[in-house]
């Protein structure tokens, strides 16, 4: 069984289009996170959410927005969709200190 | 601000080497400090992680040497393989909401 699975893993779409991206974790975890992965593999924090709140929104332009329906689910919702937002999208979560699980990742392609 | 530093960018091992990374950290609240693994095409996944209370964790072929007072810990890999070849994040955390900060990644390629 897969512990956090993204949904779609490619997406290509065009400048200026509305997409979003699924996660779900079955691993019970109280915190959901979104990370970007750009071309030079940096890992960036995006949001972080404990159980359906929102606690960590770093600095992300405002076309991107979290939403939570769960504290199974967090999803990520992108309008406008710009160039610059071409990178990997990974889905983690975790319970208490412990381990940070990631999903396999949903590679965006802005064209 | 990077909260995690991390060093080299890129490694170049020859097979049965010995592969070290190092990272570097300010903040003394960080209290679990885990390193992270990535093949292409993969998210990153947790290969082994230490707390501030010891100074060595080794996990087979995998150890972590943690240097508290200087706020320095590293990623040996013996005998390093070719299938060891990816992406090796060091990551620290702390605190409610559980942040987890990342150093900025070094790519491994373990040549045959």
């Known amino acids: 069984d897969t512990a956090v699975s993204q949904t779609p893993k490619y997406l290509v779409t065009q400048m200026g289009n509305d997409k979003s991206i699924k996660c779900e974790q079955n691993?019970?975890?109280?915190?959901m996170y979104w990370y970007k992965q750009d071309s030079k593999k940096f890992l960036k924090i995006m949001f972080s959410?404990?159980?359906?709140?929102?606690?960590i929104n770093e600095t992300v332009p405002n076309r991107f927005s979290p939403k939570s329906p769960d504290k199974a689910h967090l999803n990520l919702h992108i309008n406008s969709l710009e160039l610059g937002d071409s990178a990997v999208y990974f889905c983690?979560?975790?319970?208490?200190?412990?381990?940070?699980?990631f999903g396999p990742g949903t590679r965006l392609l802005v064209l | 601000q990077q909260q995690v530093k991390q060093s080299p960018q890129s490694l170049i091992v020859q097979k049965g080497g010995i592969s070290i990374i190092n990272c570097a950290y300010e903040?003394?609240?960080?209290?679990?400090f885990p390193w992270y693994q990535q093949f292409p095409g993969k998210g990153p996944a947790l290969l082994i992680a230490?707390?501030?209370?010891?100074s060595e964790k080794k996990e087979g072929r995998f150890t972590i040497s943690f240097n508290k007072s200087a706020k320095q810990f590293s990623l040996h890999i013996m005998d390093s393989q070719p299938g060891d070849s990816a992406t090796y994040f060091c990551?620290?955390?702390?605190?409610?909401?559980?942040?987890?900060?990342f150093g900025t990644g070094t790519s491994l390629t373990v040549i045959p």
């Open positions: 230490i707390r501030p209370d010891v």
């Open positions: 959410y404990n159980n359906k709140e929102l606690i």
């Open positions: 903040n003394t609240a960080f209290d679990y």
């Open positions: 990551a620290a955390t702390r605190g409610f909401g559980n942040q987890f900060y």
């Open positions: 691993l019970g975890h109280d915190t």
């Open positions: 983690a979560s975790t319970q208490g200190k412990e381990t940070q699980y």
